[in-house]
């Protein structure tokens, strides 16, 4: 049975499509827009009702259940993507959703029983890119931000989340579903276990931990002409310290920790003028708490030293920090059961990047299904998964979805439900 | 005789005025536009014949001699700021101009004879802060760069300086006047000289010589999550160490070398990406010409050596060198005897910054004439000249040009004249 139909996932790639073959679709931009209608036209098609919370969050119910209060089964990802990103990152999770969800409506009209509804989610703001923090939509879902505080979010030219939503008509009225009885994300690798591995489908039974500070240094605007070395006060050579630093710290525990600066913002940002303020985003990853503890303080500590070997003043630190826990071995074992009941041979890894499933773990019982990134590229607009291995992973997360829509939602109970095969 | 009319220099100032009491009036905004507005007007009330050229600089022709071709006396600046920069930094120069050559006329009329005349002028772009190269429309005056290739400068919003200067409508059509016989331009010092010396005049005899680099560093767009450390190619690691290491190229040279990257562009700048490219502006200044290839020559190598060190490829380095140049004695002298008949003591010193003056040089006669920076604080909003350092930093500027204007703009000759007490 083929499910998967590459047309929707195409669509999907044909808003804000580059010529390098990537999308450029940052959250609620003209092209999200266009995406985000797409969806909702796909999921109307798909027979599902439709549903926009307060922050954008997309919803498609396909009732499936006899019962008005069945459980849910949730699946879905993000269209929002990187700067001259991939087409694959979020997109596929969601395209995968609404596949399921019409296949699943399928079987219904064919005679299949199910105790649970299903629902498939397109996640506002999962990127970060512009808007901070990322995974702002899931977040705002388990209620870790309110939705004021997310459509106060403020892009880099002062726009607010609520203003470019209302651009693109994506304020919605209506009220989130509740949470789900279990939530399924496929989403791409983004690394390259899975291709070394020579091997589908990717089981995350682990997250990486990651702290992640937004530092901003103030200094003193002057000409970089005639102000003397000495009195010059650079919030910029202060940036230059911590981003060697922080390499610096990765490389004491190679493959153990992960680290970067991807963001540097410069004012006034004029090749005469000494800068006098910084603002810059810093995150350090890693999969031992230990280590991660200890990479964390090195940073903190760096943050000023830099400060101080240029003269300027930490005018702030935001410090988030997100634990290493694990995935639920119920929801775990659920989807290996699923590709091995396919054929398709599957591993269990970690996932070193953030996703709108980490963002519901501990809420509900989360499961994320890792498909492989051709060279682990990733927010790039050469990230490529190729067409087979896309087959695989839509029909393992239908297999898995469809036995727990059989079993109310219960990862438990699903394991021991009969597969689509049967 | 007061010569300074404050009330001109406070209208600049209001055009562009940031709330912290300095002006933020990028060349060709709205801002600018509405300065220049304001000396048309106080030009034409003056007397002068204004004139625009193709590149948006403006002159101001006081006929002040008999003959119709005579020799000119120019003097001017520019009224384009740094980003919240300060209100002295050029329009001052530009207000020194308006008065000399109002002052000049009104001798005319009460009987003075002259055998040159006299010309203000406000040079586009001189910052190089929203365009770039700096000094642009004194570049174009003396041939360094073509009309059209100054109109095609871009800003950071891909706006050329062509369409810039016709919103405001400043794109001129008249052709500008002939080089003068001898160039003079009043500035703040910008550095603390003066202030330490308690001397009000400063009599530029030479200029720091500088290199000045614009690099691009091209990485790859990656994860920064997922990515393997070892497999990043981080442009802004690249950048980082760079700017680190031109830090240390001016330390080894205390007082001899100053340095800095005041300009640095982060792509795609998403906190989550690792940049795939960096452009920045690299400068390195020196008062010697051995000193100043040196640390030139391990700027060049630093360029190459962070590239190497975040597994970068160097993509582009423009190499701009001003070379150290003396002033021409003449006029240094004509200045200093200017300030000595007055009774102001005077004091020869460098400049380490470029001004339209420096970009004169070697085209004619040329001279630079500085009034004290309270603090050396310069291209800041806290930007500050005592008013009584004004004012004698105008009368010897009068008092040069009027003895110019009355030996046909020859500075030799000048030195010779009557000054205007006599």
Not at 325 to 350: F, I, K, T
Request: hydrophobic residues 45%; contains cysteine.
């Amino acid at each position: 049975m083929a499910i998967s139909d590459p047309s929707l996932f195409d669509a999907f790639a044909a808003c804000g499509a580059t010529a390098a073959g990537g999308v450029h679709r940052p959250c609620a931009s003209a092209a999200d827009g266009a995406a985000r209608d797409v969806l909702e036209a796909a999921l109307n098609a798909a027979g599902a009702q439709t549903r926009t919370d307060a922050v954008g969050n997309q919803f498609g119910l396909f009732r499936l259940a006899e019962a008005p209060d069945a459980p849910l089964v949730m699946m879905g990802s993000h269209l929002d993507s990187q700067p001259n990103g991939g087409r694959f990152d979020g997109a596929l999770g969601v395209a995968a959703a609404v596949h399921v969800g019409a296949a699943l409506m399928r079987l219904k009209r064919e005679g299949a029983r199910f105790s649970a509804d299903f629902c498939a989610v397109n996640w506002t703001n999962e990127e970060g890119a512009r808007f901070r923090p990322s995974l702002l939509g899931s977040g705002v879902y388990v209620g870790r931000h309110t939705a004021d505080e997310a459509l106060a979010a403020l892009d880099d030219d002062g726009v607010t989340l609520r203003d470019a939503l209302s651009a693109i008509g994506r304020n919605g009225g209506d009220q989130a579903p509740p949470l789900p009885a279990c939530y399924l994300e496929l989403h791409v690798e983004q690394g390259v276990t899975l291709e070394q591995a020579g091997v589908a489908v990717g089981v995350v039974t682990r997250n990486w931990g990651a702290t992640k500070f937004d530092v901003t240094y103030k200094g003193e605007q002057a000409h970089t002409g005639p102000c003397p070395m000495g009195l010059r006060r650079d919030a910029l050579l202060a940036a230059s310290h911590l981003i060697v630093e922080a390499r610096a710290i990765a490389d004491r525990w190679p493959g153990k920790v992960h680290s970067s600066v991807g963001r540097l913002v410069v004012a006034p940002n004029s090749a005469n003028v000494v800068p006098c303020e910084t603002r810059l985003s810093l995150e350090i990853r890693s999969n031992d708490d230990g280590v991660l503890a200890e990479a964390s303080a090195l940073a903190d500590a760096a943050i000023a030293t830099a400060a101080e070997r240029a003269a300027v003043e930490v005018a702030s630190v935001v410090r988030n920090e997100r634990a290493i826990r694990p995935m639920p071995a119920a929801v775990s074992d659920l989807v290996e059961a699923s590709a091995a009941a396919l054929g398709a041979p599957s591993l269990r890894l970690d996932t070193v990047a953030g996703h709108d499933a980490i963002s519901l773990l501990g809420h509900c019982p989360t499961g994320l299904v890792f498909v492989p990134s051709a060279g682990g590229i990733a927010h790039n607009e050469a990230e490529f998964t190729a067409p087979k291995d896309v087959e695989t992973g839509f029909s393992v997360c239908l297999e898995a979805a469809a036995r727990l829509c059989r079993a109310a939602g219960s990862p438990e109970r699903a394991l021991d439900q009969q597969g689509l095969a049967a």
